[in-house]
């Protein structure tokens, strides 16, 4: 993560100083810069149209509010008036649209649920039962603020329940309160500071996508070498192979969300593997992981192997043992990797997995959910590779078919997130939020393109984005990205030909991209250097007079109209392949 602090403005009815201290001063990343918007001026402050001195565009805001102070027909039901729950309603809508006033001024926006004092009782056995109860009514009011703004791209709602619960009993201070208008003790705000980092780690793209998992005694209870699969503590009636099979669900779950599953151990591989095949009470099988190294070397090396063969980078990767050795081991030669302790007690494996923060996402798409499936695809290509003669045999033998569509209401999401996550094919590495990338597309000058892909052993997803400036004679490549899950299969030639097409089609006559190096994106600089593009240093050129080839290996469907030129030439895919070694992980 970029080294500049980032900024954050904190709106509240309350005094907010002592968060902005820990988010400051707080050894974690990211680096904060904080700054606290006046007390108790929440309306004005998020209706005003004008930036912040210092702050700009990329600025994030917390808004933090007592659920009396923004709804005033609440106060009254706080003073046990009557009150109307529509009325109540009514100004949540209002004040959910003063927070999407705001967000034009930030690049997101987080807003805190409200939460009431465990000693506010209101109806006390009644409370949740009425429709005049204060929990009844602050349910109701939380439903109303998510529904209001779950669309709303950049916006995300945080729960400060959970930092009271961590908190504990002395969560709420009304001495605080009357010495300094802070409502809550010290714990609740440092989990506070925790948390809201936590959400701009993720909002910045930095959430991990693989673990790495060892089998003995940390999937299943024993050696399985020296036990047998037969007589490994899992399931069963017996609390430390019930906590397995739970640590195993949670694995399972994170799967199903798009967390990638490998394994490291030092283990006989066909021994195993027959446990994770044969075992009754195993919740995950080979299939669930995507890839493996089982065997006696250094686990060092074979997370390295595992995260390359994937084509993710270390910073990507969270390594998980019961060995206090190995996890030393894997922190000291790999400090990219994340490797948290792990419980010598085996019931807390899968409370502690759980609540791991690295794995929030700011969107959950589609494509998340069914990237193990694709993983799983891919092995098939690969193991299709090795039986073909030459790379254009395989190449046509995918059947591989690229989509391209425009930037819309149903694919922004899923865009930001390769927009922001991707490092290896990237021209630029510039990162944007939703909301940042539809405001970029609302100029008449821009074009941003999206490229779905699939081939005979299923589909890919939304994987390849392609933006384009116009300026006179010239049009400009300002974002080239590809997921490096598609890579090396000319999807990348067909976006360039999608691009000179359209350039041409807009009256341009010259096509430039400009390359700029990251410590992640070299295997981007190596396919622009052999695209065929002219080069000077770091700039690209294509005259778009020239046709640039579709690699005939690939079927275009330009099913939105974007591109409506003919192409004079498909040549071979043998014509534009390029010789390349095995690309490094990112």
């Keep these: 993560m970029n080294s500049t602090p980032i900024q954050i403005e904190l709106i509240s009815d309350f005094n907010l100083q002592t968060l902005a201290n820990y988010l400051e001063n707080g050894e974690s990343l990211p680096a904060v810069s904080a700054r606290v918007a006046p007390f108790g001026q929440v309306v004005p402050t998020l209706l005003t149209k004008t930036k912040k001195d210092g702050f700009d565009g990329n600025a994030f805001a917390l808004v933090w509010t007592s659920p009396a102070s923004v709804v005033p027909a609440f106060s009254d039901a706080l003073q046990s008036r009557p009150v109307h729950e529509q009325e109540i309603l009514a100004e949540v809508k209002q004040f959910a649209q003063h927070v999407i006033t705001a967000k034009d001024r930030f690049r997101s926006v987080l807003v805190c649920a409200w939460t009431l004092p465990r000693w506010q009782r209101g109806?006390?056995?009644?409370?949740?039962?009425?429709?005049?109860?204060?929990?009844?009514?602050?349910?109701?009011?939380?439903?109303?603020?998510?529904?209001?703004?779950?669309?709303?791209?950049?916006?995300?709602?945080?729960?400060?329940?959970?930092?009271?619960?961590?908190?504990?009993?002395?969560?709420?201070?009304?001495?605080?309160?009357y010495l300094s208008k802070t409502p809550y003790g010290a714990e609740v705000l440092k989990q506070a500071a925790v948390e809201i980092k936590a959400a701009l780690r993720t909002i910045s793209g930095e959430a991990r996508k693989l673990i790495v998992v060892d089998l003995d005694d940390t999937m299943w209870g024993g050696v399985v070498g020296d036990v047998g699969w037969e007589n490994l503590r899992l399931g069963g009636h017996d609390h430390i192979g019930e906590a397995f099979v739970d640590f195993q669900r949670a694995l399972q779950a994170l799967r199903n969300r798009g967390i990638l599953l490998a394994i490291a151990s030092k283990n006989d591989e066909s021994v195993a593997l027959l446990a994770l095949q044969q075992h009754p009470e195993m919740m995950l099988r080979p299939e669930d992981f995507a890839a493996w190294r089982i065997n006696w070397k250094d686990k060092a090396a074979n997370i390295i192997e595992i995260a390359s063969e994937l084509r993710l980078g270390l910073q990507s990767v969270v390594f998980i043992d019961d060995n206090p050795f190995e996890r030393a081991r894997v922190r000291e030669a790999l400090p990219e990797v994340l490797v948290p302790e792990w419980p010598n007690d085996k019931t807390l494996s899968a409370s502690t997995l759980l609540q791991m923060d690295c794995f929030d996402t700011a969107q959950l798409t589609n494509e998340d959910q069914a990237r193990a499936g694709m993983y799983a695809a891919e092995q098939q290509r690969e193991g299709l590779k090795t039986e073909m003669p030459t790379v254009e045999h395989w190449l046509r033998s995918l059947q591989t078919k690229v989509t391209v569509e425009e930037?819309?209401?149903?694919?922004?999401?899923?865009?930001?997130?390769?927009?922001?996550?991707?490092?290896?094919?990237?021209?630029?590495t510039r990162r944007m939020s939703e909301?940042?990338?539809?405001?970029?597309?609302?100029?008449?000058?821009?074009?941003?393109?999206?490229?779905?892909?699939?081939?005979?052993?299923?589909?890919?997803?939304?994987?390849?984005?392609?933006?384009?400036?116009?300026?006179?004679?010239?049009?400009?490549?300002?974002?080239?990205?590809?997921?490096c899950r598609v890579m090396g299969r000319q999807v990348e030639e067909t976006m360039l030909a999608v691009a000179v097409e359209y350039s041409r089609a807009a009256g341009s006559k010259k096509l430039r991209a400009e390359f700029i190096p990251t410590a992640k994106n070299k295997p981007c600089l190596e396919f622009w250097t052999h695209s065929g593009f002219d080069r000077d240093g770091a700039v690209f050129t294509w005259d778009v007079a020239r046709e640039y080839p579709r690699p005939s290996c690939v079927q275009l469907d330009l099913s939105a109209g974007i591109v409506e030129v003919q192409h004079s030439q498909s040549v071979s895919a043998e014509a534009v392949t390029r010789e390349t070694e095995p690309v490094p992980a990112s």
């Design 407 to 428: 930037l819309n209401a149903s694919n922004r999401a899923r865009v930001a997130q390769l927009f922001n996550k991707t490092n290896q094919m990237n021209l630029t």
């Design 435 to 483: 909301s940042e990338l539809v405001a970029w597309t609302e100029q008449e000058n821009r074009k941003l393109f999206v490229s779905r892909v699939a081939d005979r052993f299923g589909d890919s997803g939304l994987t390849g984005i392609l933006t384009l400036e116009f300026d006179g004679d010239l049009a400009t490549v300002t974002d080239f990205v590809l997921s």
């Design 123 to 177: 109806l006390g056995l009644l409370d949740l039962q009425k429709p005049s109860g204060l929990r009844n009514l602050l349910l109701k009011m939380n439903l109303e603020l998510i529904s209001a703004l779950e669309s709303v791209p950049g916006v995300y709602i945080l729960n400060p329940q959970d930092w009271i619960e961590a908190a504990g009993k002395n969560a709420h201070s009304p001495k605080s309160w």
